[in-house]
């Protein structure tokens, strides 16, 4: 990094502290730049969303708020423009809209939006601004929601793969998504032909850890524990065997054995975002020439596996912030 003050080198620096967002007290990493030649300090955008980010994200989680794309996803489910949305509930025209871009609700606006996820308590505040819409118009939002159901397997299959771990520190305050972690391991069995086991669970670990660093938030929702091999995901098994992914013995001459991941689909591009797609480009082009033995050994140097190995607690994603492979 080129310091602004001089144009010389800067150094990247890290260091926890404290910030007070909404009359309360934050603990967070701070992340910023030091200019080598003065010794002066300095943030860019990036860094300073970064920094803030991870308060929202205790603020959200504290407060049951959902996150952004959550937000856009309940909207997406009735089939509603944002406008519309913010009309039913009562706020001003542009709220909703601001929410689903990062804004960071009141607690009061923050419950109303994790209750409307469920058909039922949206089809109130329908109900309740009748007298907005014209009658057929009206009509048609009401029958869209009341035809909107929850599916009991999804929410079976979603809490089997992520083993019912609430949204925390501990998965990177990343939505807990199916589809989501499938394209991620669909763009890697793509991308490398297939994928052995243990090679995915080191690729799932940088993908989550390094998208936490560079924008502040994790990708798949899974949660992490290091064992004898490093860093893997908690009941990779279990996400292993979703709908669309399948594993494959195959043997060798030796005697040994190992497992691969394959699937016949594509990913799905549009599940991520600019950012997303930047870390799992960044991630696939780090470990592109390496095998799972080779990775393995990579993320036993990392201090995510050091401090947690044998301890059988989940990984903390601050951790993501002492990362040396990328």
């Not at 929202?56 to 089939?79: C, H």
């Not at 809490?159 to 391991?185: E, P």
């Not at 560079?214 to 992490?224: A, H, I, K, P, W």
């Not at 797609?277 to 036993?300: M, P, Q, W």
Request: charged fraction near 25%; hydrophobic fraction near 35%; proline fraction near 4%.
């Amino acid at each position: 990094m080129k310091s602004p003050i001089t144009g010389g080198n800067a150094t990247l620096k890290r260091e926890p502290a404290e910030l007070v967002f909404r009359n309360e007290k934050y603990e967070y990493i701070y992340s910023y730049y030091v200019c080598d030649d003065t010794g002066e300090h300095f943030t860019t955008s990036e860094l300073d969303e970064v920094n803030i980010g991870q308060i929202y994200n205790q603020y959200r989680v504290k407060y049951g708020i959902p996150f952004p794309d959550e937000i856009k996803k309940t909207r997406s489910k009735y089939g509603l423009p944002a406008i519309k949305m913010a009309r039913i509930l009562g706020w001003g025209d542009n709220q909703y809209r601001l929410y689903e871009n990062g804004d960071v609700p009141s607690q009061a606006h923050g419950k109303t939006l994790a209750m409307i996820r469920v058909p039922q308590f949206f089809l109130d505040y329908v109900d309740n601004s009748r007298n907005q819409f014209e009658e057929g118009e009206f009509e048609r939002i009401q029958e869209k929601v009341k035809s909107v159901r929850i599916d009991p397997y999804e929410l079976f299959v979603k809490d089997y793969v992520f083993y019912n771990q609430r949204i925390g520190l501990t998965n990177g305050y990343a939505t807990q998504s199916i589809s989501k972690l499938k394209n991620i391991m669909l763009y890697y069995i793509q991308r490398f032909g297939g994928v052995f086991f243990t090679m995915m669970n080191k690729l799932l670990f940088y993908t989550d850890f390094v998208n936490y660093r560079d924008y502040g938030r994790g990708m798949s929702g899974l949660s992490y524990m290091a064992i004898k091999y490093g860093p893997v995901p908690v009941g990779y098994n279990r996400a292993y065997s979703i709908p669309d992914i399948r594993q494959r013995i195959i043997y060798y001459e030796s005697g040994k054995y190992g497992q691969v991941i394959e699937s016949d689909l594509s990913p799905d591009m549009n599940t991520f975002t600019e950012e997303e797609l930047a870390t799992l480009e960044n991630v696939a082009n780090r470990f592109s020439k390496t095998n799972a033995g080779e990775i393995s050994d990579i993320s036993h140097e990392e201090k995510a596996w050091k401090k947690y190995v044998d301890t059988g607690m989940l990984i903390d994603f601050n951790e993501a912030f002492s990362l040396k492979a990328l």
